[in-house]
C-alpha cells in the first residue's frame, strides 16, 4: 500500500480500532480534499460515504487546530441529522479528538441555537433552511469567517428542486467570504453526475470537480406477486387490497422488511389492512410518512435498528439516508414511476458493501406489470433519470437577498457576482437582477404604496469596509420585517396543515386543512395508524379520541399523483413492443426472436391480457401509435395510447380536446393515466371521421403553447402555482408563531397579489415565473414537444371496437374515480365489467 499523508494518521488508526479497512473510494476523497479539490461521490447506500466526505475535513483539522466553525454538512432531512450526528461523534469521541460538533435545524431549541453562535462548534450539521437563518443574522461573516468545506448531502434530491437553487445561493456568499472554499457532494446514481458536480461546486472553479465512484456494483434482485389470473378488464386498484393475502404469505415476521408506497393515503390504508390480517404483528407493525408527529417517526427508527419493529409501511419519508442496516427486505406497493427511486428504495435493504437489495413488487394494477418488467430491463442496462436543477427561480433570488439584508447586508455589483457564480443562476441577465433590487427596495410598480413591501434600504458604506467602487449597502432596517422573514425562509410550501392532538394527550401529526374542514365533530378517520373520532377544531388543531367505531376514511394529501419519468416511458414502450411482437407475429420463428418473446414473469402474466387486447383492437409496436374509437351508452370515445405518462397525456388530452372541438363544436372530457388519455364527448360526435381527416393537425407543434392556453384554464393553473411562488418570495407571509393565516387566507392573499400583477403590472417576473413553471413543470412542455415529434413520425393505426379494452378500460375507471355518484367506484367498475362480459358472450 503506497504511504499515506501524515494528516491521515489518525484517521487510519482509527479505522484499524474498529477493524475496518479503508475503501479505495474514501482515500482516494481524503487525499483529493487534502489537495484542495472540491467533487462528488457516488456510491451505493451503505458503503461509507459520509466517512468518505468528512474524514479529508478532520484531518485537516486535526492536523491545523483552530476554533470556529470549520465542516458544515447540509442534509435535506432533519431526520438524518441525528443519525450524521452519531456516526460523525464516533470517532471522534472514540480517540478523544479536540473536536466539537453542533446540530441546528427547526427542532433545535432557542438556547441550544443561542450558544451555537456565541461558541460555534467546528463541524456543523444544518439544512439548507437553517443556513439561510444563519445568513440572515448581522453576526454571519464572523461565524463563517473560518469555514473551510462544506459538505451536500443527498445532492441529487436537493438539486433538482428550489432547495437546490436556495442551497446554490448560500453557497455562493460563502464562497464569496472564504474563496478557497471546498465542496463536496455526496449523490445517489443520477444520469447527470457531471453536471450535479457542477452545480455543487458552482461555475468559474479553477480545477474541474472530481468525480469518484466506487468500484463495487451492488444487485438489485425484483419479484413480483402475480395474481392467479388475470382478466381483460384492468384498472387501478383492482388487485392493490385485494392481493394482501397474497403480501401477508410472502412476509415473514422475523425478516425486517420496509413496505413502500407511493403516497400517505396509500399507507394509510395499507397499514390498516396489515394490522388487521395480522393482529400478532401488532407491536412489530409501524407506519411512517411525513405527517406524523417527528417523535413518534424517530421511536419508529429507533424501533428499526433495534429489530423490535419488523414491518414498517412507509412513504419516501424513508427513500433517502437513514442507515437501516437490520433491514432485509423491501416491498413496492405499485409501481415506483422512476428507476432512481426504485434503486434508492431498494438500497435500503442490504444496507452495506457488496450486498444484494431484494425488492418485493406487489401491483395494484396489472398493467403496472409491465413497468416492473420494463424497469427490470432498464436497471440492467444501467440507466438511470436525470435531475435539472430550476434554471434561475426569482422567487428563490429574492428570499436569498432579503435574507442577506436582514443580516450583514449585501452590495449589489459584488453581490450580481456571486449570484452568477452559482449554477442555476450563472444566466440570469441584468434586467432581471435590476428588477429583483427595484421590487425589494421600491415594491416594483404596484406595491410601492405598502411599507411592508419595500424591505431594503441604502446605508452608505462605512470607509474602513467600503470598496471603492461600493457607494452603499443594501440593508433590511425594519424589526418588523426582518423578523417575519426569518420565520418564513424556506422554498418547501403546501396546503395549510392542521395538528392532530388527542385530548389531553399527545400530538399525532398533522393533515391539510382541506380535509379536517369537512368533518362534523363524531366522524370518525383513520389516521397515523389509529382509529380516531374528531371533537373539534381549536386554533389550527383538531383535537380526537380514540374510537372503536369502523371508518373507511382516510387523509388525502395533495400531489400524490406521480407520473412515469421519460427514461421510464421509452423502456416501456419497448416492452409493449415485446409484447406485440410475441403476441401478434404470425410465424412461430419470428414469435422466438430475442425482442419477440415474453421473457419476464411478468409479461408471461400478461398474456391473456395482452391476447384480449390483440383480439379486440391492436398491440402498437414502437414505431406506431394506436388510436381507438368506440361507442358506448356514455357517448363517444377516443382512447389514444403514446405511453408517455400522466402529465404528458393531460397536456395532450386536453391540446387534442380544444383543437377538436375548434374543427366541430362539443362538451368534450379528459380523463388520463400513464399510458394514454380518453376523450368523452356526446353520442354521435364524429371522432373517427375527424382523426382521418385531421390526424395530422392533431400533433403539430407550430403553435403548440398557444393552443394548450386555449384549451386549459391556464390563468387558473398560474394562479395556483403562485401562490407558492409569493410564499417563497415574502410577498405572503403567515404570520407570527401564535397568530398563523389560514390556508384560505393565503390563497386570499396570493389571489389578490396575482389579479394586482395581472391587471396593473402583467410583466411582472414573478407572474412570468408561475407561467414558466406550470408550462415546464406541470405539462411538461419539453416532453410534450418531443412526445408530438415523436408521434408525427410514427404510423397512426386507427382501430374501430365495439367496445372498450383491456387498454382502455383503467381509464375508464380514472374517470369513474373524479365523477360523483350514488354508486361506489367498485360497483360502478363491477357493472361495467358485467355488461363487457356480457357483450363478449354475445359476440
Known amino acids: 500500500m503506497a504511504s499515506q499523508p501524515v494528516a491521515l494518521v489518525p484517521i487510519e488508526e482509527w479505522f484499524r480500532q474498529k477493524g475496518w479497512r479503508p475503501l479505495p473510494f474514501q482515500r482516494q476523497c481524503w487525499k483529493a480534499y487534502l489537495r484542495g479539490q472540491s467533487g462528488l461521490i457516488q456510491v451505493p447506500t451503505g458503503a461509507g460515504k459520509t466517512y468518505a466526505a468528512v474524514m479529508g475535513p478532520i484531518a485537516s483539522m486535526l492536523g491545523n487546530p483552530a476554533p470556529g466553525l470549520r465542516l458544515l454538512y447540509l442534509t435535506p432531512l432533519r431526520a438524518l441529522s441525528r443519525d450524521l450526528g452519531l456516526a460523525i461523534r464516533e470517532p471522534i469521541e472514540a480517540m478523544g479528538w479536540p473536536l466539537t460538533l453542533g446540530i441546528r435545524n427547526g427542532d433545535t ?14 463541524i456543523l450539521i444544518t439544512t439548507p433552511e437553517s443556513l439561510s437563518v444563519l445568513l440572515a443574522n448581522r453576526a454571519a461573516p464572523q461565524l463563517f469567517a473560518g469555514l473551510e468545506a462544506v459538505v451536500l448531502d443527498e445532492w441529487h434530491e436537493l438539486m433538482g428542486s428550489k432547495r437546490g437553487s436556495q442551497s446554490e445561493l448560500a453557497l455562493s456568499w460563502l464562497r464569496g467570504q472564504r474563496p478557497g472554499l471546498r ?8 444520469g447527470n453526475l457531471e453536471e450535479a458536480a457542477r452545480a455543487a461546486v458552482g461555475v468559474g472553479a479553477s480545477v474541474e470537480p472530481l468525480l469518484v465512484r466506487a468500484r463495487m456494483r451492488r444487485g438489485t434482485e425484483i419479484r413480483s406477486l402475480l395474481p392467479d389470473s388475470i382478466d381483460g378488464f384492468p384498472w387501478a386498484g383492482h388487485l392493490g387490497l385485494r392481493m394482501y393475502e397474497e403480501l401477508v404469505a410472502a412476509l415473514d415476521p422475523a425478516v425486517s422488511t420496509l413496505l413502500f408506497t407511493n403516497t400517505r393515503n396509500q399507507s394509510e390504508r395499507w397499514h390498516q389492512c396489515l394490522r388487521y390480517a395480522c393482529p400478532e404483528m401488532e407491536d412489530a407493525l409501524a407506519l411512517h410518512h411525513g405527517s406524523i408527529d417527528r417523535s413518534e417517526r424517530e421511536a419508529i427508527e429507533a424501533g428499526v435498528k433495534a429489530g423490535d419493529v419488523r414491518w414498517v409501511v412507509c412513504t419516501s419519508s424513508l427513500d433517502l439516508g437513514v442507515d437501516f442496516q437490520p433491514v432485509e427486505r423491501v416491498v413496492q406497493i405499485g409501481s415506483a414511476k422512476n428507476l432512481a427511486r426504485l434503486l434508492q428504495r431498494a438500497g435500503r435493504s442490504a444496507h452495506s458493501p457488496g450486498g444484494t437489495s431484494q425488492v418485493l413488487f406487489m401491483p395494484t394494477n396489472a398493467l403496472e406489470l409491465l413497468e416492473v418488467s420494463a424497469m ?12 435539472r436543477p430550476p434554471q434561475a427561480p426569482l422567487d428563490v433570488l429574492l428570499q436569498h437577498l432579503t435574507s442577506l439584508a436582514c443580516g450583514p447586508g449585501f452590495e449589489p455589483e459584488r453581490e450580481l457576482q456571486r449570484v452568477r457564480s452559482s449554477w442555476s443562476y450563472r444566466n440570469l441577465d441584468e434586467s432581471s437582477w435590476q428588477w429583483c433590487l427595484r421590487f425589494l427596495e421600491h415594491g416594483g410598480d404596484c406595491l410601492g404604496a405598502y411599507p411592508r413591501f419595500r424591505k431594503l434600504e441604502r446605508e452608505p458604506c462605512s470607509a474602513a469596509t467600503a470598496r471603492p467602487e461600493a457607494s452603499f449597502l443594501y440593508k433590511v432596517k425594519d424589526p418588523s420585517i426582518a423578523r417575519l422573514h426569518r420565520l418564513g425562509i424556506g422554498t418547501i410550501t403546501s396546503s395549510s396543515s392542521i395538528s392532530v392532538k388527542v385530548v389531553r394527550g399527545a400530538t399525532l401529526g398533522h393533515v391539510e386543512e382541506g380535509f379536517v374542514s369537512r368533518l362534523k365533530p363524531g366522524d370518525v378517520f383513520f389516521f397515523a395508524g389509529r382509529q380516531l373520532e374528531f371533537v373539534r377544531l381549536r386554533d389550527m388543531t383538531a383535537l380526537v379520541k380514540a374510537s372503536t367505531r369502523k371508518s373507511r376514511t382516510v387523509p388525502a394529501w395533495a400531489g400524490g399523483q406521480m407520473a412515469l419519468s421519460d427514461l421510464l416511458s421509452g ?3 419497448r416492452e409493449v413492443h415485446r409484447c406485440a411482437g410475441a403476441i401478434q407475429a404470425a410465424d412461430p420463428a419470428a414469435a422466438s426472436a430475442e425482442d419477440h418473446r415474453l421473457d419476464t414473469a411478468e409479461l408471461r402474466a400478461l398474456e391473456p391480457l395482452l391476447r384480449r387486447q390483440a383480439d379486440l383492437s391492436r398491440l402498437p409496436r414502437e414505431d406506431q401509435f394506436l388510436v381507438e374509437v368506440t361507442r358506448s351508452r356514455e357517448g363517444s370515445h377516443l382512447f389514444a395510447y403514446p405511453f408517455e405518462g400522466r402529465f404528458v397525456h393531460e397536456g395532450l388530452g386536453f391540446l387534442w380536446a380544444g383543437r377538436l372541438t375548434r374543427i366541430q363544436s362539443a362538451t368534450i372530457t379528459v380523463s388520463v393515466n400513464d399510458y394514454g388519455f380518453e376523450l368523452l364527448a356526446p353520442r354521435g360526435y364524429p371522432f373517427e371521421a375527424l382523426y382521418e381527416e385531421w390526424g395530422e393537425a392533431l400533433l403539430d407543434q407550430s403553435e403548440l403553447e398557444a393552443d394548450l392556453e386555449a384549451s386549459i384554464n391556464l390563468s387558473e393553473l398560474c394562479r395556483r402555482r403562485f401562490r407558492s411562488i409569493a410564499q417563497i418570495a415574502g410577498l405572503v407571509v403567515n404570520g407570527f408563531p401564535g397568530q398563523k393565516k389560514s390556508g384560505g387566507q393565503l390563497q386570499i392573499s396570493a389571489a389578490l397579489l396575482f389579479d394586482v400583477f395581472s391587471r396593473h403590472e402583467p410583466g411582472n417576473r414573478l407572474l412570468e415565473q ?6 415546464d413543470e406541470q405539462l411538461e412542455l419539453g416532453r410534450l414537444r418531443q412526445a408530438l415529434e415523436r408521434l408525427s413520425r410514427a404510423q397512426r393505426l386507427l382501430e374501430r371496437t365495439p367496445r372498450p379494452g383491456p387498454f382502455a378500460f383503467p381509464l375508464l375507471v380514472e374517470r369513474l374515480n373524479n365523477r360523483m355518484s350514488n354508486e361506489s367506484v367498485l360497483e360502478r367498475v363491477q357493472r361495467l365489467v358485467a355488461e363487457a362480459r356480457t357483450a363478449e358472450d354475445q359476440d
Open 109 to 122: 431549541a432557542s438556547s441550544e441555537r443561542s450558544r451555537q453562535l456565541r461558541q460555534p462548534p467546528q
Open 183 to 190: 465542496t463536496w457532494a455526496i449523490s445517489a446514481t443520477i
Open 376 to 387: 427490470r430491463r432498464g436497471l440492467a442496462e444501467g440507466l438511470v433519470e436525470t435531475r
Open 571 to 573: 423502456h416501456l414502450r
Open 770 to 775: 408561475a407561467r414558466r413553471e406550470v408550462m
